[in-house]
């Protein structure tokens, strides 16, 4: 079945520092990736999302490339800044199910230090 | 702000008891989601409604059951209520239940069963 795997967190980073969290799924059909974001006590925002093979999602400085060949749709910041602490949720809407819920991977709890 | 409302915030209630869990989509929305976020689970798809109909059902258990109103809000009621149903129940709207439409979160209702 369709499936999304992160890495495992905590990430803990200095401000300032390169962000990447890892995302990598399994789908039977063209899937539509997404990234959420949740910060403490809050419900899920969107952060980007990709809908076809070689889209970039991008938004607030965070970036994301839909890679088919390598069914991956990896996070990455430039410079990571303390109110970027939070969850981080990968996840897919495949094509091939009809009701196109989201499955989400477990979720990368994101520290930053100042 | 997603647009998606949710009440009550807080629910605290005793095994064996019933609650009602609401939620108002999207002006606009006509899909409401509904998922199971828990520490042991991670997020979990329970139901999906569009325009008033049932579209698709999944890790749902009988206990619990849903429908959504003329007006487009939705109800999630869990019955013969257990310790292990203690939760963050989320709701999510988009415009049509489309694999590339974007879900919107609401902020949660949390669920402790005593």
């Known amino acids: 079945g369709n499936s999304v795997t992160q890495m495992e967190g905590p990430v803990t980073l200095s401000e300032e520092a390169f962000l990447t969290i890892n995302c990598t799924y399994t789908a039977t059909g063209y899937p539509s990736l997404f990234w959420y974001v949740q910060y403490p006590g809050e419900g899920l925002q969107l952060l980007l999302k990709?809908?076809?093979?070689?889209d970039k999602g991008s938004n607030k400085g965070f970036e994301a490339t839909y890679r088919k060949e390598t069914t991956s749709f990896h996070l990455e910041k430039g410079s990571v800044q303390v109110s970027d602490s939070a969850v981080y949720f990968c996840?897919?809407?495949?094509?091939?199910?009809?009701?196109?819920?989201?499955?989400f991977g477990s979720g990368t709890r994101l520290l930053v230090r100042p | 702000d997603s647009g998606v409302t949710q009440t009550p915030k807080h629910l605290i209630t005793a095994t064996g008891q019933r609650v009602t869990l609401r939620c108002s989509p999207r002006s606009g929305d006509l899909s409401v989601y509904w998922y199971q976020q828990s520490l042991d689970q991670g997020l979990q798809f329970l139901i999906q409604?569009?325009?008033?109909?049932?579209?698709a059902k999944g890790n749902i258990l009988e206990r619990f059951s849903a429908q959504q109103f003329p007006d487009l809000h939705s109800e999630l009621n869990l019955s013969s209520l257990e310790l292990g149903d203690s939760a963050l129940y989320f709701c999510a709207s988009s415009i049509s239940g489309g694999t590339t439409d974007t879900q919107y979160f609401g902020p949660g209702t949390r669920l402790t069963v005593l």
């Open positions: 990709a809908t076809k093979a070689d």
């Open positions: 409604y569009y325009n008033g109909e049932e579209r």
């Open positions: 996840a897919l809407s495949d094509s091939m199910d009809s009701s196109y819920k989201l499955i």
